[in-house]
């Protein structure tokens, strides 16, 4: 039997995950100008409160280089301050401005609605995919 990349579970995961990404970033840009790494600084820092760019970059997918860049002109934006890590010396902490925790409660509720819109869309088969990603991104590497 031949393979076929459109059957391959991967590939799909993959294209799914692109698409509603594309989706989702298409709000937050249109809301705030951020692009998906920018983004997704803003959504750790929310959370995490004041870390390093190598902590972001080991939580959020991207490359240091992305994290960094975005960090920058999020900085530059006003929504992001930079400051010395409170252990090492040779690190930055990044954490959220005034501004910057302001811009995350508008993403937020943005946010939220996208989520329900998805398990909308996704109706009783929500919580099994939900499950099945669970066990997915738990799995070891």
Known sequence: MPFHLDDFLPYRLSVAA?????????????????????????????????????????????????????????????????SEHGTDRRLVALELTSDGLALMQRLERIAENFQAELLAELDEDAAGLSKALDRLIESKT
């Open 18 to 82: 692109t698409r509603i990404s594309r989706r989702f970033a298409a709000l937050y840009e249109a809301e705030a100008g951020l692009t998906i790494p920018e983004w997704r600084v803003l959504a750790h820092l929310d959370h995490s409160g004041s870390v390093s760019v190598r902590d972001i970059h080991a939580r959020v997918n991207l490359d240091k280089s992305m994290v960094s860049r975005a960090a920058s002109r999020l900085q530059e934006a006003g929504l992001v301050r930079k």
